[in-house]
């Protein structure tokens, strides 16, 4: 149960924009060489060979044309993932209007996406809420929610459903909790606990998707 002091079915938003098949996540930091890169591979790892979701990063202010951090990079080995070839790039309206769920680093972030279209706002989550919301999300709530017969179907059912849960879920009482520090030519202890932030938010989304993916399968 949710320790809310309003009706959850009073709170819970209506989707206004149909998801995509396959679903569009796009992952905002400010130089898209740190955060939302090393959010991006992570997310595609726990995707996996499922498909169904394209991911994709950008920057506010980016550093254009630069990689990964070195030290982002080795973490992310050290994990099995390889770096691919990554160039930060200019966050843009075209990516802005074509995604599906866009999942902000901190929430200073919103205040460049929205300007560049202003229905994003329906769609914007910080990446940390989003773990929370998705590690949150009962099978029953996904019984009601995915209704789709085919896994790219499921898992953007199971993405209208987080964007649903935004007012209700994974709130903290001070939002300022979400914001994920910056940690470019930061400490290193400041750069590990983005990562951990990081991992742990990437690692309960891709749990929920492919919950959603199989979701029904076992039934059958």
Known sequence: MRAIGVSFACTRLTPTKRIS????????CTGNV???????????????ALGGVSVAS?????LSGRGVEEQF??????????????SARQLTASMVSSADLILVSAR?????????YPRANRVIVPLRQAGRIAAEITDVELSESVTSTTAEGK?????????SLRGVA???QDSGEDDIVDPYRAPVFVADAALDEIGQATRSL?????RAAYFGVAQR
């Open 21 to 28: 098949v396959p679903a569009s996540l796009l992952v905002v």
């Open 34 to 48: 740190c955060r939302s890169p090393v959010a991006e591979h992570l997310l595609r790892a726990g995707v996996g």
């Open 58 to 62: 950008a920057g506010t202010s980016a």
């Open 73 to 86: 990079a080795a973490r992310l080995r050290e994990h099995g993932i390889e770096p691919f070839q990554h």
């Open 108 to 116: 200073e972030h919103s205040q460049s996406v929205v300007p560049l």
């Open 155 to 163: 898992i953007a059912d199971a993405i209208g459903l987080l964007l």
């Open 170 to 172: 994974g709130r903290t």
């Open 206 to 210: 891709g749990e929920l998707f492919q």
